[in-house]
């Protein structure tokens, strides 16, 4: 168990880091979306490598974000039940739920889009419009991104399997509703114009 | 196995897979996967279907609708972290303290300002439970109406223009965002005007449970209340001008205007000097994840849609609809809203527009296809903003409506939760008197659009 849960540490920082530069792009997209805004009311003019590199940019944040986004529980659920499941049970609706609904799901995209990617490699595929970008790296980043959510499922099927036998403590469940109160009422208390004055 | 009842196996499949509670992306792509896998078992469906999943994924990301969504969260993320939401609620509030329910009125406006900003609902009730309804509790507010009115006014960022909820709804429906927005301002002002009128009424009826704000408790007074309200108010006030304005005489697609106004955020937030590095991350952190886990929703979505709609699905529902429910138009959507109302109490609003408005929608094109002969799209985004209305009780029909969660979490512990409860219940009315006005008068919505 210690070796699992060494390997599903190094996927967990692996993530971590993969966020912290796609995060980035956020900045990145919003300055280039802006500044396409602006130059083509100031000059009347667009370019379709500018235009497309914005939702090129979207998919990677969205791709790219998905397995951290898993690693922080911050995929939405339907919590009517699941919120009154008694902690060990919760543990086996995520182990069961990667399994099986999780993994196969990612497996399935993965496979299906191999061949599709491999065709748009091999014609060096375009964007079919006028002075557009390569897409074949954007449609590269599909399997990749896939790989990486995979990589992450198997990292929280360790950590729940180690939770069940014993090797890894429970966290306490805290929704995702709770954990923002908490972010958010930080950041209120610092900005309130209150405290400022006292 | 015949190929009729793949259709309900599926649906009462769906609704197994989610009620266990893993995350919906993944339970949709299951569902839609093992029903895939069942029905070329049968031969009901090719293995084609399979080479379509990039297809759809790919639209997915190509999708310059969506592309609004990370830019607005970006832009209301980057204002509320620099204290706009504080500023302004301590601004308005010493601005109407003077008058009989003046901290009322000032969540209200502060709400629906918010809302214009791409508030989020959890953001603008934490910040209004704990920088106005301590005020409110101090100088004699009756507990019920300050957290109505606090709850309420939060949920105000679900349906006033550029908000979250009209982007993924025009999109589900297959019309423009920009559209979507015109028609919801209007709508979304009555509401926060009859947010208003149920302020005065109390302050008629019961003036005690509204008092104005004693002397000492206004400290900006004279030049210094106003220089504060041109500082504080001017900017936000100007950027929402800009960014609404621009969309809605069309000079700027909605993508546009969120990336303006999410870049204008940053401006304003750095002239105040508040825009640490801390808050940058922050907020580029919440926005990726917001459009991540959305943008799976959606994916999961494609791919439970496209085997529904192999076996038939879509036509099965749309059936359905049809016998069940009553041939009148206005009541066929009186019970759709109805039945929202109902899925709002367990789903939220994410879930509903990904999974129940595309099973709903071909019966819904069919009733408006038959109102709006010359275009039924006009139809569809009188549908989606009363859907929207309908949607934001979510939020606020107790026990379960997070509005009234986030405020209870930051409320003082003397504030009785049944109060929370009850304070909701004035405003959870006026959302339904609001969609029924809007059910049966379409030209507030129809009448703004291009």
Redesign the interface.
Known sequence: MRFLLGISRAIDALSLNI?KA??????L??????G???V??ALHSSSNAWLEL??IM??A???L??S???M?N??????????K?PPRV?LW??LL??L???I???V??FL??LP??ANSISTREMSPDAGGLPYWP??LL?PVALVLLILQAISEVIKRLAMLTGHLDIPEYVTE??A??Q???A???Q????EDKQ | MSFEVMAPLMFVGLIVFLLLGYPVAFSLGAVGLLFGWIGMHYDFIQPVFLQNIPLRIFDTLKNQTLLAIPFFTFMGLILERSGMAEDLLDTVGQLFGRLRGGIAYAVILVGALLGATTGVVAASVIAMGLISLPVMLRYGYSPRVASGVIAASGTLAQIVPPSLVLIVMADQLGVSVGDMYRGALVPSLILTGLYLVYVVVVSLINPKAVPSLPEEARTYRGARLVKRVLTVMIPPLVLIFLVLGTIFIGVATPTEGGAMGAAGALVLAALRRRLSLKVLLQAMESTARLTSFVAFILVGSRIFSLVFVGVDGDRWVENLLKTALPDNPIAFLLVINVLVFLIAFFLDYFEIAFIIIPLILPAVTGIMEGLYPQDYKIGLYWFGVMLGVNLQTSFMHPPFGFALFFLRSVAPPSLKTSDIYWGAVPFVIIQVIMTLVLLFNPWLVTNWLK
């Open positions: 966020n796609v995060i980035w792009l956020v900045l997209s919003t300055l280039v979306s802006a396409n805004a602006l083509r009311y914005q939702w979207f998919g944040i969205f791709l974000g998905a951290y986004t898993l922080k911050g995929h939405v659920r339907v919590d009517v039940l699941y919120s499941y919760k609706v995520d739920g990667t099986f609904f999780l196969p799901t990612a399935v995209i299906t889009s599709w990617v954007i449609k599909i509703e709770e923002e109160v972010e958010v009422k950041i209120v208390v900005n309130d114009p209150k």
